[in-house]
Every structure is written in structure tokens, then in C-alpha cells.
């Protein structure tokens, strides 16, 4: 190990003002004596063992040492999940780990949060307590650890001083055990930061736009005739149509709508139906909640009632709303049934105006009976976003647009041929 490995990075929220350096003095000090701690239990040199920022630290400096190291230590407070360098760092030794970053983390409770008070949900999964171990009086110190904070434990005297040594040496083995454990691996700077920087993990983050995703396909319990019951299982969720992509097809469509920046919503069809065709009086249009993506597998369409619901849909003809049919090539069963499908596809569809008059179109090919799985993502991408632009335009006259597109969408075009 060298002096750009250390064991353990320490995260703290500086005091502000000229005097902050002096009223930072406790957590200087505890840094020195965990230091101690780590490097007796590890055998490296005690100045190699952690790194603490000083006032005088460049302002990235910390990036280089915490790329090097192992085990990151906040030390909670309520003004620690109010700056935005420590929402930085953590977020910067999380892209570092990865996603079991939180096996890393030895937090401390440096000052407890006010009563009626909680930290932000980064932090909730990752809680400071230390497990009830040890005999009668380690466990007191623990306790007195869980009310008090680290802090106060260390400027009390006799009982609490010993409490204060017994905390600190819990601490560090549990640092010497995460260290063990997550082997040092060299990371560049590059890796954590990207485009957008290093954002703050406490801030809170604007909401995402909701996408409605509803899938209208059989079950295996309720099949139509002639088919077989691979492709389903106990709900429509279950649904998998095509066999040579991953996962159901919901897990698609979410895994897509995320990626797009959208939070997915799966709304059953009897509720979507409601909220599509029906309105309180024909002077008043529907107002739409969220944009919307019905997918329809054509096998289902052999269920009169369900095909009369999909035709009054497509009649009521909403602009935030796309309609993708799944016909897959790839299913045995549904190639060998491909003519007696399109046509069915075909009679419940046909005032589709994009069937009739623009057949090209994205939503014209959605609504024909899509194939193959990298088409249908395509598709889905592409009527995801034009829905929601869409919808944004339907709900313009009577509230503001919101601030946050979705995360695909600044080089989106406002749609006119999709």
C-alpha cells in the first residue's frame, strides 16, 4: 500500500465561517485517533491508514483519494445531509463501488438527528448503529453511542470517556472488516464523474414523468382457442411473446420507460379503458393523467368484448395515447396463425387513421403487428416519447408545463409524422 491507498475516506461537513477550521477540531482529532485504531488492526502506517479533507485541501482534491479508497466514513449529522460536497462524495464512492457500495459504508453518528427528523433516503439503508455485542458495559457504551452521538461521548470524561474508546474500537474493526472485504481496485476520476458531474445524493431530485403502460393479452388461465399456454402464465404481467428477448414483456416496457426517464405505471385495461374513452360531456374533452401505451397481443383479439373495447379506443382517438399490437415471428404458433391474426388485427384497428392514412408512420407500424423485439423497443421509444409530448400539448391550457423532461428527451423534436 502506498500514500495514495488509504483504507478509509472520511466524509464530514465543514463548519462554515473563519472559525470553522477550530470548531472542526473534534472530528480532526477523532480522525487521528481511528486512523490509530485502523492501523493497528490492518498493519499499514498509521498516516496511510485514512484521509480526512484539512481547510486547506484543494476543492477536488479528495476526488484522487477517494478514487484509491476502500471504505468510505460519513459522519452523520443534520448538517452533513445539507451540504452539497458530502452529497457529492457520496455519491462519488457510490459510482466508485458500485451497486453494493453500502457493504463499504461505516457511517458514524457524529451528532443524532433532531426529534421528528429522519436523513434523507440515501442514508436510510445505510444506518450508524452498532450491533448490541460484547458484555455488560461495551453495551452500554453502545447505547450511550445510539442516544448520545459520538460527538458528545467524546467530550464527556471518566464513564463516558470509556465509552467513547469502546465505540471508537468498534468502529474500527468494522472498517478493517468492510476493508478486507472490498479488495482496492485502481479507478480513474473519469469513471466517477460524467457529463453531468457529480450530483448532490441528498438533494432532492426533481420527479419524473409517469408513463401509463397497459397490456391487454390473455392469461393461462383463459386462453383462446387453439393456443397453448407458453407464452403466459397467471396475469397478463406473465406475458412473454417474444422468445428470444429477456424477461416479460412488462419488464421490457419498464426497463425502457426508465431508461427513457420516465416512472412506469402499469394500469389494468378495464381502468385505462375508463379513462380513455369515456368523458363527463361532449363539450369537455378527456383529460389525460399521463401519457399512455397500450400493447395488445393479437391473439387476444379473438375475445369479442375485449376486441369491441380496443375498437371504441381507437375511435376515441387520443393523442397521448399509442397502440403497439405484437404479432411475434419468432413464436411457432403465432407465425403458423399469422394471416388469421393480421386480419384480425386488421378488422379491430381499421379506423385507426394511422393504419388508414398514414401506414408508415411509427404508429401505423405499431398498430400492424410488430414482429421482432428490437422493434418493438424501437417503437416503443419513439411513441413513449411522442405521447408525452403530446400530452404535455392536452394539458397546456390549464397547467404548466413541467421543468423536468424526461431524460431522453432535449433532442426530441415535437412530433408530426410519428
Known amino acids: 500500500m502506498t500514500d495514495s491507498t488509504p483504507v478509509f475516506f472520511l466524509s464530514y461537513a465543514r463548519t462554515p465561517g473563519p472559525q470553522g477550521a477550530e470548531a472542526d477540531q473534534p472530528a480532526f482529532s477523532f480522525f487521528e485517533e481511528l486512523g490509530e485504531q485502523v492501523a493497528r488492526l490492518t498493519g499499514v502506517p498509521a498516516e496511510q491508514a485514512g484521509h480526512m479533507d484539512r481547510p486547506d485541501t484543494a476543492s477536488n482534491g479528495w476526488l484522487s483519494k477517494l478514487t484509491a479508497s476502500s471504505v468510505f466514513v460519513p459522519l452523520y449529522a443534520p448538517r452533513y ?3 452539497p460536497l458530502c452529497g457529492r462524495q457520496w455519491t462519488a464512492f457510490k459510482r466508485r463501488v458500485g451497486p453494493d457500495y453500502a457493504r463499504a459504508v461505516v457511517p458514524v453518528l457524529w451528532i443524532p438527528h433532531r426529534q421528528g427528523t429522519t436523513p434523507p433516503m440515501a442514508a436510510l439503508d445505510i444506518p450508524p448503529h452498532l450491533p448490541r455485542e460484547g458484555g455488560a458495559e461495551e453495551q452500554h457504551a453502545q447505547d450511550r453511542y445510539a442516544e448520545s452521538g459520538l460527538f458528545q461521548l467524546r467530550e464527556m470524561e471518566d464513564d463516558d470517556q470509556r465509552a467513547y474508546r469502546a465505540v471508537l474500537g468498534r468502529l474500527a474493526q468494522r472498517i478493517t472488516r468492510a476493508w478486507e472485504d472490498t479488495p482496492p481496485r485502481p479507478v480513474s476520476i473519469e469513471r466517477l464523474t460524467d457529463r453531468r458531474g ?12 409517469t408513463l401509463r403502460i397497459t397490456v391487454v393479452a390473455p392469461t393461462a388461465g383463459r386462453l383462446p382457442p387453439g393456443r397453448d399456454a407458453a407464452s403466459y402464465g397467471p396475469d397478463t404481467e406473465s406475458w412473454r411473446p417474444y422468445r428470444t428477448a429477456r424477461g ?41 393523467l399521463a401519457p399512455s401505451v397500450l400493447v395488445v397481443d393479437a391473439w387476444v383479439l379473438s375475445d369479442v368484448r375485449v376486441a369491441e373495447q380496443l375498437q371504441h379506443v381507437v375511435r ?8 403497439m399490437a405484437v ?17 384480425l388485427l386488421e378488422r379491430t384497428l381499421s379506423r385507426h387513421r394511422h393504419l388508414r392514412e398514414m401506414p408508415r408512420t411509427a404508429r ?18 419513439e411513441l413513449s416519447k411522442s405521447c408525452y ?13 413541467p421543468s ?7 433532442g426530441v423534436r415535437r412530433p408530426t409524422s410519428d
Open 81 to 83: 445531509f445539507t451540504d
Open 198 to 209: 457529480l450530483v448532490d445524493a441528498f438533494a432532492a431530485q426533481p420527479s419524473k414523468p
Open 248 to 288: 416479460t414483456l412488462t419488464q421490457q416496457a419498464f426497463a425502457l420507460a426508465r431508461n427513457l426517464g420516465f416512472e412506469p405505471e402499469l394500469i389494468p385495461f378495464d381502468k385505462a379503458y375508463e379513462g380513455i374513452v369515456y368523458q363527463r360531456s361532449a363539450r369537455e374533452p378527456v383529460r389525460p
Open 316 to 323: 376515441a382517438d387520443r393523442p397521448w395515447l399509442a397502440v
Open 327 to 343: 404479432l411475434a415471428e419468432d413464436d411457432p404458433q403465432t407465425r403458423s396463425n399469422e394471416a388469421r391474426l393480421r386480419e
Open 364 to 381: 401505423g407500424t405499431a398498430a400492424r403487428g410488430i414482429p421482432k423485439a428490437d422493434a418493438f423497443a424501437w417503437l416503443f421509444a
Open 389 to 401: 409530448m403530446r400530452y404535455l400539448d392536452s394539458i397546456q391550457d390549464a397547467s404548466p408545463r
Open 404 to 410: 423536468a423532461d424526461p431524460a431522453g428527451s432535449p
